[in-house]
């Protein structure tokens, strides 16, 4: 027979609150992410413990970690939040002016400088009661538990070959080409295969646990592999690198275009044949019908043809 008073204990804010605590694995993390108090979430925490009997999260190190009860309640709690979300903006229709939903994007700072300040500010201006959370695609990120738990809406970055199991909107594709400084000696005598491999190039991290990069990934197809001297996992600073020095950037024209007027360095075609770079939108099953989040990704597809178009 079903507990009818432990769920007549259990309201939506205190699922929010487990939902944080895990995910942020840390009580003064999840206070400051949730607007609270350190001692409200502790007390919440404290509900939360005794209404599962359990510990939740448990200290290891220097740091905590959930329990394994805590772990089989990560993706059913975040159900239920995204779920309590759309079951009100939905049903009544969702409505950009007046809506107060938070957007949760995460992108790969591969993307062209320009891509999220627009796409912010076209939300923003759109659906001015929102709230938009950027978080980075990086190595320590897994975007398919983050789409599949509702973390994020919808990540945005460029793949060989995209997850099959998430939905997939192709935003737009790109030339790769390699950026160099001005006075890097291959603007004046050129450069074959050979000595392209053999420069000094700079690379960023993986974008998710166990991947290898677009660029690697194809060279390695090929039997080949460069000589890479450097790596920053701060693509944004990757630029002003090369400026500098003699290293090698090898990535889409879109983004090197947006520095060279700004910066001592130039495009120049790369000597290997690599396919066009293809940048994606990806989205989970759970949000595929949300009438809001169709509409956040109608605002991503709607910047990015905005921008190739510049």
């Given at each position: 027979m079903r507990d009818h008073s432990l769920f007549d204990k259990i309201d939506l804010h205190l699922i929010r609150v487990l939902h944080t605590v895990l995910t942020?694995?840390?009580?003064?993390?999840?206070?400051?992410r949730l607007g609270m108090h350190q001692p409200a979430v502790s007390a919440s925490l404290k509900r939360l413990r005794e209404l599962s009997g359990d510990p939740l999260l448990v200290r290891s190190g220097s740091g905590m970690v959930p329990t394994d009860a805590a772990l089989r309640m990560l993706e059913p709690s975040a159900h239920i939040l995204r779920a309590a979300e759309m079951l009100f903006s939905d049903a009544r229709g969702f409505e950009p002016s007046t809506a107060r939903n938070t957007f949760r994007v995460a992108a790969s700072?591969?993307?062209?400088p320009l891509f999220l300040p627009q796409l912010v500010a076209q939300i923003k201006s759109q659906a001015p009661l929102s709230e938009i959370e950027i978080h980075?695609?990086?190595g320590t990120s897994d975007y398919r538990s983050q789409l599949a738990q509702g973390e994020v809406d919808v990540v945005i970055g460029n793949w060989p070959a995209p997850p099959q199991e998430l939905h997939l909107g192709r935003l737009f594709g790109d030339?790769?080409?390699?950026?160099?400084s001005k006075n890097h000696p291959a603007v004046r005598r050129g450069w074959d295969q050979i000595s392209w491999l053999e420069a000094e190039h700079i690379a960023p991290g993986a974008t998710h646990p166990g991947a290898k990069g677009v660029i690697d990934g194809h060279l390695a197809s090929l039997g080949l592999q460069r000589h890479i001297?450097?790596?920053?996992?701060y693509f944004g600073q990757i630029p002003a690198m090369v400026a500098s020095t003699l290293l090698v950037l090898t990535t889409g024209r879109q983004y090197c275009e947006r520095f060279v007027a700004t910066l001592p360095v130039v495009i120049l075609p790369c000597p290997v044949v690599f396919p066009r770079l293809m940048y994606y939108q990806l989205w989970h099953e759970r949000t595929h019908a949300s009438s809001?989040?169709?509409?956040l990704r109608d605002r991503v597809k709607s910047v990015a043809a905005a921008i190739k178009t510049e």
């Open positions: 942020e694995r840390s009580v003064s993390k999840a206070a400051i700072d591969y993307l062209d980075p695609l990086s030339e790769v080409v390699c950026l160099v001297a450097a790596r920053c996992p809001s989040a169709r509409w």
